[in-house]
């Protein structure tokens, strides 16, 4: 019997779509005569949805008895002997009630499958078993019914069921998701849009990866070898010679002609793993490639074209760049040259650029890489041999006589002994003088320079020639051993340097540090000076010993330019360290100017900020400051006038209106002192478990009963807070929120548990904020909209999120839906470690 099909509705959250798209299908199968059953669909009490069910033939469900409760799963067994064409499975992760057939549904699915019935079912990409801690720490809910990965990647379809987080929301607040008791709530904790752009993110590139993977078996199960241009992919062929960048740049205008084109850059290297190419060009090369947006590839072959085509055919290029040959002339009688092989060999599907070059027909020049020499005792050692060697084995083969044939082999070995210990010269001297003492002692007539037999003429110069082709083979494998074992060290080396450069260390202390240790040195130190004339002095420093005050006291110095050295003591370097260390003095230099950038957008940041605060602070002293009180001085100058009786009623309302003259001034200037006490950071908040029933109506004080509906449950956990600081926040938030909203219209302000942390919502009914505005208006001095200069200097909500992120909380501003602004205040709930997140972190250092 074959295996039924299974096609499957992924979702990014609840409330896309996903059943009614499930439903529609079945619909439109059903009208085309496809036999269809609804073996367990959820409708969720939505109107539209439960429509699609009308007319749609649904297997009874499975009544599970529970004490005092009963539950109701799907009948496998009656969907297995109603034997559909197709059944409709909803929620595929679902975990099925204890007495059920399987204790998954997914594992139910597995059934009907195996019987032959395709099944339609749906999922939601938090349901993944693989993404749980992943949506967990989006959502801060841990998804307790989950699928595994491999079910739904079996899957025959998969087809995403989209939708842009406002629409969601927006369909949330019609009531067309849950109940309306409930789009409060899940508006504001996981149907945030931040958590549905993030879960929406996670969707689209689960199912990308399963196109891709759906393409590339498509394209090896049916042995396709044809270049499919779905999109621009260009290869870059790379030598590591000059000409590197200006292929690099060309292929990037090329890729930016077509739309999602992608830049391969790749470099063809020997099967030996030794290579003729410039690794410092090769560097630079990658660099720019991947500043360009592409990416860089080590292709292993050592038939360069065929290699080259093999790679561009298996990432589906559709275009190649390749640089005009440097070879001269007269090097064509060797071969076409890899451009022209490419050219040649590439097919109708894979064109090929050959693009000129201020390089092109001068040569190669390629740098060779040299490996290590081989050690002195190792060089002596295969000198001895070759020289001592011969005369004394000539005279232990006088004592025995084995014949000519023996003793040359003999004479043979002791070269390729020579070779292996001293390389090539040792041996060529063994093979030089082993070839006169087998003419002088062993070849007819003996202990003469002639040769009687012309016999003998041919196998002494046999033995030369391949004594001496025995020897560089020798040598040759003997360096390149070496060649590789240091190649290998130093791209170990190099490696780590490159993954301190990818995690961002920025300590040049650190960096010294690691030269120190790579090289065995005593110690290490960057010195740096202005001009030529000026002295030296020290950047950075780490080890024993003397200080190092010059580059030329230092046994090794690295010069970097004209001003900088890396300067080290404990021993002189070969010249083949040099290389490593050069690259440690390039680090170098990147980390110091990197520190110095910041430190002077520390700066820069700093004096903007203070520049315009103190442009604003004069602005609100010059009228927001002025206005109550040349109040207060009117109101004060009247009293006291004698020219006029004021009646009890005209006194007690010039009273009134000092009085709010010096709330309202006392106000303004305590914003002020909080914000400066903010900018210069000696805000030191004292932390304690408090209860948010507490605090949050005292914070109440200062707006009408009335314009506020408090809704704080007893049942919320403590949270750790300064007591002070945070009623202070809120009344800040408050008020503005009262301020902002339509007479008669309270503000709501309420609190929840979500994981580790306690958020206080304050919601109004007023104008709302527009997206772009949402950060400006927590900076100081900003008023939003059409706010008058005496609705206040525009501190407060400044001064909540100053206040707020100094107890490691945060502040932020979202929609209420149906119109309005939320601002939720997040706080750690007691008990819970602290947590920053970047924005955070980039808001504290700025404070």
């Excluded at 042995?223 to 062929?237: A, F, K, L």
């Excluded at 890899?338 to 693009?355: F, Q, Y």
């Excluded at 009273?655 to 305590?670: M, N, P």
């Amino acid at each position: 019997m074959a295996r039924g099909k299974l096609r499957i509705y992924l979702g990014a959250a609840p409330g896309v779509g996903k059943t009614y798209a499930m439903l529609s299908e079945a619909r439109r199968r059903t009208e085309r005569g496809t036999d269809c059953v609804v073996a367990y669909a959820e409708h969720h009490d939505r109107p539209r949805t439960e429509a699609l069910l009308l007319g749609l033939e649904i297997v009874p469900r499975r009544r599970l008895e529970h004490p005092g409760v009963a539950a109701f799963e799907m009948d496998v067994d009656a969907v297995l002997a109603r034997r559909p064409r197709v059944a409709l499975v909803d929620e595929l992760a679902h975990t099925n009630d204890p007495g059920s057939r399987n204790a998954k549904r997914w594992q139910d699915v597995e059934e009907l499958l195996a019987a032959g019935i395709d099944v339609i079912s749906t999922v939601n990409i938090q349901d993944l078993e693989s993404l749980g801690d992943v949506v967990e720490s989006i959502t801060g809910v841990r998804q307790r019914e989950t699928v595994p990965d491999e079910v739904v990647r079996r899957a025959d379809q998969i087809e995403l069921v989209d939708m842009s987080p406002e629409a969601l929301r927006r369909r949330l607040a019609h009531g067309n998701v849950y109940r309306p008791d409930e789009v409060d709530a899940a508006l504001s904790n996981y149907f945030r849009p931040g958590n549905l752009t993030a879960l929406r993110e996670l969707a689209l590139l689960w199912v990308a990866d399963r196109v891709d993977e759906y393409l590339k078996r498509y394209r090896s199960d049916h042995r396709v070898s044809r270049i499919w241009g779905s999109r621009e992919r260009i290869v870059v062929g790379l030598t590591g010679g000059p000409e590197g960048r200006t292929l690099i740049r060309r292929a990037a205008r090329l890729a930016e002609k077509g739309a999602g084109g992608e830049v391969l850059a790749a470099h063809v290297a020997r099967s030996d793993g030794l290579t003729s190419a410039s690794p410092e060009e090769l560097a630079v090369q990658r660099t720019l490639v991947e500043d360009l947006g592409g990416t860089f590839h080590h292709v292993v072959g050592d038939d360069v074209p065929a290699a080259l085509l093999d790679f561009a055919r298996g990432v589906n290029a559709t275009q190649i760049v390749l640089g005009s040959s440097r070879r001269k002339t007269w090097q064509y009688v060797f071969g076409p040259g890899v451009g022209a092989t490419v050219a040649r060999e590439s097919g109708p599907d894979l064109d090929v650029h050959i693009v000129t070059h201020e390089e092109a027909a001068k040569g190669r020049g390629l740098p060779v890489a040299r490996g290590a020499r081989l050690g002195r005792a190792r060089i002596v050692s295969g000198w001895l041999v070759g020289l001592a060697g011969p005369p004394l084995l000539a005279l232990l083969l006088n004592a025995v006589h084995l014949g000519l044939a023996n003793d040359m082999l003999l004479f043979l070995a002791l070269t390729v002994a020579a070779a292996l210990l001293g390389g090539l010269f040792p041996a060529l001297a063994a093979a030089a003088f082993g070839t006169f003492l087998l003419n002088y002692f062993h070849a007819p007539p003996l202990h003469r320079l002639t040769i009687a037999d012309p016999r003998n003429i041919v196998a002494l110069v046999i033995f030369v020639a391949v004594a001496v082709s025995v020897a560089s083979v020798v040598d040759l494998a003997a360096r390149r051993t070496h060649q590789a074992a240091r190649l290998r060290a130093e791209s170990e080396i190099l490696s780590v340097l490159a993954g301190n450069v990818l995690r961002g260390e920025t300590s040049v202390e650190a960096l010294l540090e690691r030269v120190r240790e790579t090289f065995g040195m005593e110690s290490a130190a960057l010195l740096e000076r202005a001009s030529d004339v000026e002295p030296w002095a020290c950047v950075g420093r780490v080890g024993h010993g003397a200080p190092v005050e010059r580059p030329e006291d230092a046994d090794v110095d690295m010069p970097v330019g004209d001003q900088l050295a890396l300067a080290l003591t404990g021993r002189v370097l070969p010249a083949e360290d040099r290389r490593v260390l050069a690259a440690f003095a390039a680090q170098a230099v990147v980390v110091l100017d990197r520190r110095r950038l910041q430190e002077e957008a520390d700066r820069a940041r700093a004096l903007a900020e203070g520049n315009r605060i103190r442009t604003a602070l004069l602005a609100a002293v010059s009228h927001d400051l002025r206005t109550p009180l040349a109040g207060i001085k009117a109101a004060v100058s009247s009293l006291r006038s004698d020219d006029v009786q004021w009646s009890e009623e005209d006194r007690a309302e010039l009273l009134q209106g000092i009085e709010e003259g010096a709330d309202r001034l006392d106000h303004l200037v305590g914003n002020l002192l909080d914000m400066s006490r903010l900018q210069t950071g000696t805000v030191t908040p004292i932390i304690r478990e408090v209860d948010l029933d507490e605090i949050v109506p005292r914070a109440l004080g200062g707006v009408p009963e009335d314009s506020v509906h408090l809704d704080i449950p007893e049942t919320l956990p403590m949270v750790d807070v300064d007591g002070g600081l945070l009623e202070r926040a809120v009344a800040n938030v408050v008020e503005n929120a009262v301020k902002y909203s339509p007479p008669g219209t309270p503000v709501l302000v309420s609190a929840s548990a979500l994981a580790d942390r306690v958020e206080v919502r304050v919601v109004d009914r007023g104008p709302g904020v527009p997206d772009e505005a949402k950060e400006r208006i927590f900076e100081p001095f900003q008023r939003h909209g059409d706010a008058p200069r005496g609705a206040g200097v525009g501190l407060g909500l400044a001064v909540a999120r100053g206040f707020a992120e100094a107890m490691h909380g945060t502040l932020d501003a979202e929609d209420t839906p149906g119109g309005g602004l939320t601002m939720v205040l997040t706080l750690r709930a007691a008990g819970h470690p602290r947590t920053l997140s970047l924005a955070q972190a980039e808001r504290q250092v700025r404070w």
